[in-house]
């Protein structure tokens, strides 16, 4: 049986734009994309989207071996963008660290970035992480030539919408994601 996901596409134009270095919170630490982190995005991947909605949409999403596979897909596109890739660590009272938030960048034609996958470990969610790795995401794509970025968001995901749209994403069409569920469930 098949179930349709209705979600939002949504695009950011980045001419005339500037981006200014991000202030991080105390404890907090933006760290660009290296292979080493591969399973740290994947953590913090698995972390934010195993009890949301995405996990359905996514089944992928729901797994750590999932999350560690569609990484690995990502980075391995011809169109991988390492500068739009980006990861939030937070350094606990122990001084481990652990990633709390994950982008990802791609692109399918030089001028058009798709982000990927914005994720925020929920106990982390309201601290201003998901505008501080989009927009680090954003001058990424802007560094590499880009002129504009979309991205999809489930439309019953009004967090994620409202930080979208905070942030200058506009909606540009709805479109339907199909899971057949009997192959899932």
Request: glycine share 8%; proline share 4%; hydrophobic share 40%.
């Amino acid at each position: 049986m098949l179930v349709f996901f209705k979600r939002y596409r949504m695009q950011f134009d980045l001419r005339g734009i500037s981006f200014e270095e991000p202030t991080v919170p105390d404890g907090y630490h933006l760290v660009p994309w290296t292979s080493a982190l591969l399973n740290s995005h994947a953590e913090a991947k698995f972390k934010s989207f195993r009890d949301e909605l995405d996990a359905n949409v996514f089944p992928c999403l729901g797994h750590i071996d999932g999350c560690r596979k569609l990484m690995k897909e990502i980075t391995r596109r011809k169109g991988f963008v390492p500068q739009a890739t980006w990861l939030m660590i937070f350094q606990d009272a122990e001084g481990v660290n652990r990633p709390v938030a994950t982008v990802q960048g791609i692109r399918n034609n030089p001028s058009i970035g798709l982000i990927q996958n914005i994720g925020v470990v929920d106990t982390f969610r309201g601290k201003g992480l998901g505008s501080i790795i989009v927009r680090r995401s954003l001058a990424g794509f802007q560094s590499v030539g880009a002129k504009t970025v979309t991205l999809e968001v489930t439309t019953k995901n009004l967090g994620a919408i409202r930080l979208y749209k905070r942030l200058g994403f506009k909606i540009q069409k709805t479109v339907y994601k199909s899971i057949d569920v009997e192959s899932v469930f």
